[in-house]
């Protein structure tokens, strides 16, 4: 295994470099967002708060709900809004994966309603 040694200078150096890349990537993730909800209609730009005011509420059932103990999740709904999410126009890299996480959910979910159903029988 390498050893790799540099001083402190250069170890300041890069975390420098690394946090003005980080501020400029988010600057452009803005800018973006920006210009995308600036092609949408009235309509369309007031439904985006309303939507990102409901992501807690939906990140809340699925951390607090787990499907083993709870019978009939509206897994079809969640897998809707995991499809939804990347359309919104300040998608992000966090919204990324909350669109995994309920992917992964809804999975889940049909595996607890399969174990289910073959129990009924």
Not at 21 to 26: E, F, G, I, V
Not at 37 to 42: D, F, I, N, V
Not at 57 to 81: D, H, K, N, S, Y
Request: net charge negative; hydrophobic share 40%; glycine share 2%.
């Amino acid at each position: 295994m390498a050893t790799v040694t540099i001083t402190l200078e250069e170890l300041d150096q890069m975390r420098a470099r690394e946090k003005a890349l980080h501020d400029s990537n988010a600057k452009l993730i803005s800018s973006l967002a920006q210009e995308r909800a600036t092609q949408l209609s009235p309509t369309q730009r007031d439904l985006v708060p309303l939507v990102r005011a409901m992501l807690p509420i939906v990140q809340f059932a699925v951390g607090q709900l787990p499907p083993e103990t709870t019978r009939g999740w509206p897994a079809m709904q969640l897998e809707e809004v995991a499809a939804y999410l990347p359309r919104l126009p300040d998608f992000s890299d966090n919204d990324l994966d909350l669109c995994n996480e309920f992917t992964a959910f809804v999975s889940k979910i049909v595996d607890c309603e399969r174990e289910r159903a073959r129990h009924k029988t």
